[in-house]
């Protein structure tokens, strides 16, 4: 009775303080920085548009852009005929449950990954405006991915992912003959 009561007690531990998960960036809506010391005298944004906002879905894309959803380009006036770099990166940890030959489950791994997309040079229009498309990145892996190898200790081994987060992305636009971005957003797990 006394060892009942005891594994009682330890389930019910385990019940009421489940394992940590890992910190990540939350789904959500992040605004972003706009630094008028990094873009030409008298540039505004062009009616109808916005800073940029960054949407982190529930399955960990990022989409950056005007509009609610982040969705639409927006446009920015008075910049003259300089062209501006728009970058976009995200780091994504997947957490891992590996099994051996023999069927038994191994203590999960962790392989981080990141996912980019290329560097996009903007050009200005000869009326002096530059028109900034929305930008998306989507997660390298996702929860019930399944594959042999790493990140488990032997080839032979198999492996589920069993957890994804997105541990950090960043987003700039900086304009040529600039040092800093004119645009920034970013997100780093707390």
Not at 71 to 86: C, D, E, K
Not at 91 to 116: D, F, H, I, M, P
Request: charged share 10%; proline share 6%.
């Amino acid at each position: 009775m006394r060892k009942l009561l005891g594994l009682a007690t330890v389930l019910v531990v385990a019940v009421a303080f489940p394992a940590m998960a890992s910190a990540s960036v939350a789904p959500n809506t992040y605004s972003s920085t706009v630094d008028f010391t990094q873009v030409k005298s008298g540039a505004h944004f062009a009616s109808g548009s916005t800073a940029p906002v960054c949407v982190v879905g529930t399955d960990l894309s990022i989409t950056c852009g005007d509009g609610t959803g982040g969705t639409l380009p927006y446009s920015i006036a008075g910049v003259g005929h300089t062209n501006a770099t728009l970058v976009m990166t995200a780091t994504y940890t997947a957490t891992t449950l590996c099994t051996n030959g023999g069927r038994q489950l191994v203590e999960a791994q962790t392989k981080s990954a990141a996912a980019s997309g290329t560097p996009l040079k903007i050009s200005s229009d000869r009326n002096g405006s530059l028109t900034v498309p929305s930008k998306s990145i989507t997660a390298p892996f996702t929860a019930g991915d399944t594959g042999s190898g790493s990140p488990c200790p032997n080839r032979n081994w198999s492996w589920t992912i069993t957890a994804v987060t997105l541990t950090a992305y960043s987003y700039t636009l900086t304009f040529d003959g600039f040092t800093s971005p004119f645009i920034s957003n970013s997100q780093t797990d707390p």
